[in-house]
């Protein structure tokens, strides 16, 4: 049973700095790229980041581009997002998942809880 367990959110003020994580199970996580997603409150879920299996790529999307660092310990299991310089547009649920790496597409339906990142003074 796949499970994907995010966490590492909370408050900060615009300009604050926070490091997610997001522990998975049941798939050969070093086999899949693994990428984040954000929903904010009325939007749809986008993609903001991602990272092939061995870590030789990443990719992210141009609003957290140069602000956003995704990592990732496949003898841990774990993918990580770094996020520097934080915006209130940041604020969303964080979620990961495995992914398509080409197509930046989810590969499993189901989803974690995810994470609440809000980023106001």
């Known amino acids: 049973q796949v499970q994907l367990v995010e966490s590492g959110g909370g408050l900060v003020q615009p300009g604050g700095s926070l490091r997610l994580s997001c522990a998975a199970s049941?798939?050969?996580?070093?086999?899949?790229?693994m990428g984040w997603f954000r929903q904010g409150p009325g939007k749809a879920r986008e993609s903001v980041a991602g990272?092939?299996?061995?870590?030789?790529?990443?990719y992210y999307s141009d609003s957290v581009k140069g602000r956003f660092t995704v990592s990732r310990d496949n003898a841990k299991n774990t993918v990580y997002l770094q996020m520097n310089s934080l915006k209130p547009e940041d604020t969303a649920v964080y979620y990961c998942?495995?992914?398509?790496?080409?197509?930046?597409?989810?590969?499993?339906?189901?989803w974690g809880q995810g994470t609440q990142v809000t980023v106001s003074s």
């Open positions: 049941g798939f050969v996580f070093s086999v899949y790229s």
């Open positions: 998942n495995a992914v398509a790496f080409t197509t930046r597409n989810p590969v499993y339906g189901t």
């Open positions: 990272i092939e299996w061995d870590s030789s790529i990443t």
